[in-house]
């Protein structure tokens, strides 16, 4: 299994995919194809382990702290220069994911081809940056976006306080 160093996701219109290229220590990379489906649970898996995170809150208090973490965690998003594959970089289906929690984050597992994986160690905020990464991929491909919860589509609004005035 090959460590991930750095990843980015690109949308690829011919393919209809999303593109996760991912760089090793080695340099070595890899272009890593996901389907609308696959990225549909993957998010979903990620949401609910993101929530669980937070432990049993009301669901208004939930949304607010879930909002605030993503909101801070997008506003550390660096501006790296995206992974460039090259001719000889392995590609493939990723055909399934693995998410361990740890800690303070999530490994990540993604398996594709004959047998091949590769895998990434994310603290909680680059976790949220991952999925804010891929709701931004999912936006410029026009698929549906019925299944993102508000506080990763806008954590700004759906951070802001409620107010009832009598």
Not at 42 to 58: N, R
Not at 74 to 92: D, H, L, N, Y
Not at 132 to 147: E, Q, S
Request: with cysteine.
């Amino acid at each position: 299994m090959t460590e991930i160093q750095k990843f980015s996701f690109v949308y690829d219109a011919g393919e209809d995919r999303l593109a996760c290229d991912t760089e090793s220590a080695d340099g070595s990379t890899s272009r890593l194809w996901l389907t609308q489906r696959f990225c549909r649970g993957l998010v979903g898996a990620v949401v609910a382990m993101l929530e669980k995170s937070q432990g049993e809150a009301d669901s208004d208090r939930q949304v607010m702290l879930q909002s605030w973490q993503q909101a801070a965690a997008m506003g550390e998003f660096g501006k790296t220069p995206a992974v460039q594959p090259t001719p000889q970089s392995a590609t493939g289906l990723v055909t399934a994911a693995h998410l361990t929690p740890k800690e303070r984050g999530v490994a990540v597992s993604l398996d594709f081809g004959d047998g091949e994986s590769r895998s990434v160690g994310l603290a909680y905020p680059e976790l949220r940056q991952m999925l804010g990464a891929l709701h931004r991929v999912h936006v410029i491909a026009g698929w549906p976006l019925d299944f993102w919860p508000a506080w990763v589509t806008d954590p700004a609004a759906a951070a802001a306080p409620t107010q009832t005035v009598n």
